[in-house]
C-alpha cells in the first residue's frame, strides 16, 4: 500500500529565511509525488510534481523538492520564506501508476507559519 | 479557462438528513473526484467519475454516491448524514487520458463545500 507522511504538523520560520516541510513515502513501485498548497479558503493548489524525470523538482513560488529513492523522502524547501508562504502543505502520492488519476493519498498536512 | 466551481460553500443540515453537492469541472477536463477533508487532517479520496460512471472509490460507504453529467459537471450525494460527515468536500477535475504510462495527471480542485452536521 502506498501512503505518506509528513514528519511535522507545524513549521515555524522568520520572512527571509529558508523553509524544509519533511515529507516520507511509502510505495511498491516508482510513485508520483506532489506538494499541494491550501491557503484558507481557497482550493488546494498544485506546487510541484515528481514523475520519474529529475529528481529534482522546481515549482512556483520558488519551492523545489527532491525525490530521495534510498531515504524515501520528498523534502519541500524554499531558499526564503515570504509572509505570503503561510498555509497549509500537502505531501501526495498517487497509488495508481498509469490508472486512475484522481485517487490522491494525502498526508495530514504541514501548517507553515511565516513570522515578520 | 474557469476554474473548478463548488456550489454551496457552506451548509448546515441536522442527522439523518440527505444533503447534495455541486461541482462545475474545468473547462477541457472530463473527469471528475472528490475527496473530504476533516478538520486537521489531509484529504480522502471518495470516488471518481469518468464518462458519467463511476470509476475507482476509497473507503466510503455506499451512503455517498455521485452523479456525473454530460457537460462532466458532478454532483455529491450523501445520506443519512452522521456527525461524522462534517467536514470540506472538495471536487477536483482533470484532463483525458487517465491510463498514461507516465503517472498521473494533475488535478484541479474546487475551493470546496463546507458541510456541517449538527
Known amino acids: 500500500a502506498q501512503s505518506v507522511t509528513q514528519l511535522d504538523s507545524h513549521v515555524s520560520v522568520s520572512e527571509g529565511t529558508p523553509v524544509l516541510l519533511r515529507c516520507n513515502y511509502s510505495?511498491?513501485?516508482?510513485?508520483?509525488l506532489f506538494w499541494y498548497v491550501q491557503h484558507p479558503n481557497k482550493g488546494l493548489q498544485l506546487l510541484l510534481k515528481?514523475?520519474?524525470?529529475?529528481?529534482l523538482v522546481k515549482g512556483i513560488n520558488g519551492f523545489e523538492a527532491e525525490f530521495k529513492k534510498s531515504e524515501t523522502s520528498f523534502h519541500l524547501t524554499k531558499p526564503s520564506a515570504h509572509m505570503s508562504d503561510a498555509a497549509e502543505y500537502f505531501c501526495?502520492?498517487?497509488?495508481?501508476?498509469?490508472?486512475?488519476?484522481?485517487?490522491?493519498?494525502f498526508g495530514k498536512g504541514t501548517k507553515l507559519s511565516v513570522k515578520p | 479557462e474557469t476554474g473548478v466551481t463548488q456550489s454551496p460553500t457552506h451548509l448546515i443540515k441536522t442527522r439523518g438528513q440527505q444533503v447534495t453537492l455541486r461541482c462545475s469541472s474545468q473547462?477541457?477536463?472530463?473527469?471528475v473526484s472528490w475527496y473530504q477533508q476533516a478538520l486537521g487532517q489531509g484529504p480522502q479520496f471518495i470516488f471518481q467519475?469518468?464518462?458519467?460512471?463511476?470509476?475507482g472509490r476509497g473507503n466510503f460507504p455506499p451512503r455517498f454516491s455521485g452523479l456525473q453529467f454530460p457537460n462532466y459537471s458532478s454532483e455529491l450525494n450523501v445520506n443519512a448524514l452522521e456527525l461524522d460527515d462534517s467536514a470540506l468536500y472538495l471536487c477536483?477535475?482533470?484532463?483525458?487520458?487517465?491510463?498514461?504510462?507516465?503517472?498521473?495527471?494533475?488535478?484541479?480542485f474546487g475551493a470546496g463545500s463546507r458541510l456541517t452536521v449538527l
Open positions: 510505495s511498491s513501485y516508482s510513485p508520483s
Open positions: 467519475y469518468y464518462r458519467e460512471e463511476e470509476n
Open positions: 477536483a477535475s482533470s484532463q483525458p487520458g487517465q491510463l498514461k504510462s507516465s503517472g498521473a495527471n494533475v488535478l484541479t
Open positions: 515528481y514523475t520519474s524525470a529529475a529528481t
Open positions: 473547462s477541457g477536463h472530463n473527469t
Open positions: 501526495v502520492v498517487s497509488p495508481h501508476y498509469g490508472g486512475s488519476q484522481g485517487n490522491l493519498i
